[in-house]
């Protein structure tokens, strides 16, 4: 019966793991064949290797540890279950004991648990591969740290590897001290007796329990350079206390400890029991009282009371660590003096900057771009980026969207396996709209449009319009298949087709490579379509942001993936950083204390093709990574160039910095410490709500600059102040990328901050009518974000509104609102808010006629009931007219001249004498 019971189990194990690793293998074996189908093979392979490598190193040192300690027992255990049962043993059966535990099947069952025990701890190695393999490739950063005279990569590259050994021997030794514990008790309770001599389970103990104590020495010094990551204290990293109290404790514990496993041998030949207690009771106290009542104290009475005093010397640490680690240290500041000085003659001499303000808000672009260019349901615009371009010799700020095939809008009857996976495959073109322009219906003016793509500019043809990759690409196709793939509608009603023409992709061929694959997919419809042949392939992992993952899950990435038209040809552009948050003294934000911006990806839209791209090449950490994938990163001066003149500085990074650049352009520790100079990120309004101001694009020229530039901006306000005190820049010029310049505003004068100009907005009487009035009769008012624009010596405020319909989600740009100095001008486009702001300057165009001219508004002036009635319905259809052209003005007029006649008719019906 135990037999039976024994081979039943020894099945259902067995099966598990078949079912186990075919689906680990089938894995391997797909993730294999995607690699080497997107030229990074070597990647896989590297990783694989190591993963498992470091595992089996993991899994064989526990092993070899616990069966070494096991097998120590084995000789007692066999002595002790030979003894009569009168002896002081646990009660188990004699016969069990004696016929089956022998000494080969003890051997075996040591070994089992050894195997099960080391599989099951050695989780903690678990994705350490790359940690390991940093360490074999350590960099230098060339920058020391003050407590202990440490490069930086130390705590970035070795102490990382060091607490993983420190965590895997410590729990080798930990779980062997319980299990020795557990078989010498079981075997003989007794022999742990104070009264008994010195036993041989003791013995093991006791070399057991002072290896730990050695090893917990080790954990002591370690903790000793993790002070420099401590969040005590005014400030990140070592402080006052961590360095005289803290340290000192740690260094007298980790004698201490040394002591405690010194006692605990020596024990065992002279049998002093008591050194043993002392020491350890010792270790423990101090452990209680050095390393966290003291410091307690310490940080209370001493530190506290004379804080600034006691903590100057770690702040500067902390400021020149954090402004390094965030490559704030090289920000140029520069003096911004407003005087408000610009003038009529100004506009022309600065019109490449206003020919580029954007007045166009990603936001309720994309629902316009919606509703006008996605033509068919299955079409998707998924998101709006921002760039510059080459427009007619001019450098001009565009708006631009893909059109992305979403299957899941295909029509119910059209969802069949054929058309979601062999015929509806890709997407097709783009939009493109200058972030400046409107037309007299609101709507953006476009560069691209429509299907196939109709340009009205000839620096941006399109030639490969098909989207085989994107941002919301994320299944599975088939091509060169036996049905062609839909290219797009054509207005004659026949569809245009297509056959996939790159040789990427999984080639199925054989029947056991599709076997697989259907299998790995759980798609059976691969084995039985007739439309798929030998030289068929397999597009997976479509979605951009995946597909860069896979490939280098070690790199962190931008949020924002934009798009990129260059010769032509569609491709996503991706922004990557190497991070840590194990930087010396660098404050943590965002989870990280050292960011560097040191890949630039492309992703071809059609083929998928994925090129990694050096800009940070003197980045320690990418360089550890350039030499772990060698061949992996190639230097961006090998980008083409086409696509190089589209390289931006990231927003989350320049937010980021932003964020630590509100303290931490404070470098003297006095004005740090009272926080007397901190800045805040402003606020503006946003449709209806107040939310923190974002980074923005703009093309602009910067003073004492010949040419204008795109840059990428944001001001700052004093804490708890709305007035502007600063904006810091970044270029974006292939030259002078990366070049951060803060631009501080005089202290001695108010420059309006962008919540001071929305109060004004709202404050101002005709402006605020007309926004009541737009909100009425089934229409909602969109406000954009506001930008503040720096030109000459002034500043400029632009906020555009939209007006959108309840029924149709169509947002249309009707106002755009420009202040300067203590002026705020709402008209229907931004250069007739110009002409209105210096109007005295600039000369305004001779009034057009209207090409039809508009009726007199009627008046209630001597009518009767009938002719107030006709003369009501004849405002009333007037106003909905003036509204519809946007005419806020007429339609302002109109309602006020029908509530006089509605007064009327009010005033007859209360007399009707009076209406005769």
Do not use: C
Not at 458 to 479: A, C, L, M, R
Request: no cysteine; proline share 5%.
């Amino acid at each position: 019966m135990r037999f039976r019971r024994y081979l039943l189990g020894t099945v259902i194990l067995a099966v598990m793991a078949l079912v186990f690793f075919s689906k680990l293998g089938l894995n391997l074996y797909v993730d294999w064949l995607w690699f080497n189908s997107v030229d990074y093979s070597q990647i896989f392979l590297k990783t694989v290797y190591y993963d498992w490598l470091v595992r089996l190193v993991v899994l064989l040192s526990l092993f070899i540890l616990l069966l070494v300690n096991l097998l120590l027992t084995r000789k007692h255990v066999l002595q002790r279950i030979s003894l009569p049962e009168t002896e002081n043993v646990i009660p188990l059966k004699n016969y069990y004991l004696s016929d089956f535990l022998t000494g080969k099947r003890l051997v075996a069952i040591y070994t089992v648990v050894s195997i099960l025990l080391a599989a099951l701890l050695s989780v903690v190695a678990s994705g350490q591969w790359l940690t390991v393999l940093k360490f074999l490739h350590r960099q230098p950063f060339n920058i020391t740290e003050p407590l202990f005279n440490l490069d930086a990569g130390f705590y970035v590259f070795q102490l990382p590897f060091f607490n993983l050994i420190y965590t895997i021997l410590m729990t080798g030794l930990v779980v062997s001290t319980l299990l020795v514990a557990a078989v010498h008790f079981l075997t003989d309770p007794s022999q742990f007796s104070l009264n008994k001599a010195f036993t041989r389970g003791k013995i093991h103990l006791s070399v057991l329990v002072s290896l730990i104590l050695m090893l917990k020495a080790v954990g002591y010094r370690l903790a000793m350079y993790d002070l420099l990551l401590s969040p005590r204290g005014v400030a990140f990293g070592a402080s006052y206390t961590d360095v005289h109290a803290q340290l000192p404790a740690l260094k007298i514990m980790f004698v201490l400890a040394l002591v405690a496993a010194a006692a605990v041998l020596v024990n065992v030949f002279l049998k002093k029991f008591r050194w043993v207690l002392t020491s350890i009771i010792l270790l423990v106290i101090s452990s209680v009282v050095l390393g966290s009542v003291f410091p307690g104290l310490m940080q209370k009475f001493i530190v506290e009371p004379d804080e600034f005093r006691k903590e100057e010397p770690y702040l500067e640490h902390n400021i020149d660590f954090t402004r390094q680690a965030f490559d704030l240290d090289g920000i140029d500041n520069q003096f911004f003096s407003v005087t408000n000085q610009f003038a009529g003659e100004d506009i022309k001499a600065n019109q490449g900057t206003l020919d580029n303000v954007r007045i166009w808000d990603w936001r309720p672009l994309i629902q316009t771009y919606s509703q006008l260019q996605e033509i068919q349901l299955y079409y998707n615009f998924g998101s709006v980026d921002v760039d510059r371009y080459q427009i007619d010799g001019q450098l001009r700020q565009v708006m631009l969207s893909a059109r992305e095939l979403n299957q899941g809008q295909l029509p119910e009857q059209a969802k069949t396996w054929i058309n979601q996976k062999l015929r509806y495959t890709h997407g097709y073109g783009l939009v493109m709209s200058p972030a400046s322009a409107v037309t007299e219906e609101g709507l953006p003016a476009f560069y691209l449009k429509d299907i196939p793509s109709k340009a009205s500019v000839s620096d941006v043809n399109v030639k490969k319009p098909q989207i085989y990759y994107g941002e919301q690409t994320d299944s599975y196709v088939f091509v060169k298949t036996g049905t062609t793939e839909f290219d797009y509608p054509a207005a004659s009603g026949e569809n245009h087709d297509t056959v996939y023409q790159a040789d990427n992709g999984i080639k199925l061929g054989s029947i056991f490579k599709r076997l697989a694959l259907a299998a790995y997919l759980q798609d059976i419809k691969i084995l039985l379509a007739g439309d798929l042949n030998a030289d068929s392939r397999l597009l997976l992992n479509r979605t951009i942001g995946q597909r860069m993952r896979k490939i280098a899950p070690f790199l962190e990435y931008d949020r924002d993936p934009y798009l990129v038209l260059a010769d032509g040809e569609l491709f996503w552009m991706q922004d990557a950083y190497t991070t840590t948050n194990k930087f010396p003294y660098s404050e943590t934000m965002g989870g990280v204390n050292y960011i560097r911006n040191s890949v630039k990806i492309v992703v071809n839209a059609y083929d998928g093709s994925v090129r990694f791209y050096l800009a940070e090449p003197n980045d320690p950490i990418i360089r550890s990574y350039a030499a772990i994938f060698p061949g992996t990163f190639l230097p961006l001066e090998k980008m083409p160039s086409a696509l190089r003149s589209h390289v931006r500085y990231p927003v989350d990074l320049f937010m980021l910095q932003a964020q630590q650049y509100s303290t931490y352009h404070m470098t003297d520790p006095r004005d740090f410490y009272n926080k007397e100079g901190q800045w805040n990120l402003p606020m503006e309004i946003v449709g209806d709500k107040k939310v923190p101001m974002e980074p923005y694009y703009t093309v602009m020229r910067l003073p004492d600059e010949e040419k204008n530039e795109y840059l990428l901006m944001l001001p700052f306000t004093p804490a708890k102040k709305l007035n502007m005190t600063s904006w810091l820049a970044v270029r974006n010029s292939p030259k002078e990328y990366g070049g951060m310049i803060d631009f501080r505003f005089p202290r001695d004068s108010l420059v309006f901050g962008p919540m001071q100009i929305e109060a004004r907005i709202d404050q101002d009487s005709e402006i605020s009518s007309q926004l009541t009035l737009w909100n009425q009769r089934g229409s909602e008012i969109i406000r954009g974000n506001l930008l503040v624009i720096p030109i000459k010596d002034s500043i400029l405020y632009v906020e555009p509104l939209f007006l959108q319909g309840e029924q149709s989600r169509l947002p249309e740009l009707r106002r755009v609102i420009v202040a300067y100095k203590d002026n705020i001008v709402m008209a229907k486009t931004f250069e007739q808010a110009l002409e209105t702001l210096f109007k005295d300057e600039v000369p305004v165009p001779a009034p057009q006629p209207e090409p039809n001219p508009q009726p007199e508004l009627p008046t209630g002036n001597n009518q009767n009931v009938d002719e107030l009635i006709k003369s009501a319905n004849q405002l009333f259809n007037l106003a909905q007219e003036k509204l519809r052209q946007g005419d806020w003005n007429g339609y302002g007029d109109a309602i006020n001249e029908l509530d006089t006649i509605l007064n009327q008719l009010e005033q007859i019906s209360n007399n009707p004498a009076q209406g005769n």
